[in-house]
Nanobody, 122 residues
């Protein structure tokens, strides 16, 4: 599966932004999907994960209550709705696909998009 993330941009603290991840191929609905982010000079970190059916989601504590991961299997698209953005959310955001029930480790995801930059100004 090939992934293409989009929707990043420059916003102010408190604003909202929605990221999208378009997937190619017919197997999108068989993969659990995740969002990760990497800030300058920092390691890539887990943000959120959704199961293949969309029935279950899981979030990092730092974004819980502010971010919502969702998917549309008919449109082969993954989303990340980000509300109440903070400067510390500034990072390149990556979408990823993994088989089975991957968790928060990036090594559990086999396929990655190219990343989209989110910059939150204070």
């Amino acid at each position: 599966v090939q992934l293409q993330a989009s929707g990043g941009g420059l916003v102010q603290a408190g604003d909202s932004l929605r990221l999208s991840c378009a997937a190619s191929g017919r197997t999108f609905s068989t993969y659990a999907m995740g969002w990760f982010r990497q800030a300058p000079g920092k390691e890539r970190e887990f943000v959120a994960r959704i199961t293949s059916s969309g029935a279950s989601t899981y979030y990092a504590d730092s974004v819980k209550g502010r971010f919502t991961i969702s998917r549309d299997n008919a449109q082969n698209t993954l989303y990340l709705q980000m509300n109440s953005l903070k400067p510390e959310d500034t990072a390149v955001y990556y979408c990823a696909a993994g088989g089975g029930f991957p968790g928060r480790s990036w090594g559990q995801y086999a396929y990655w998009g190219q990343g989209t930059l989110v910059t939150v100004s204070s």
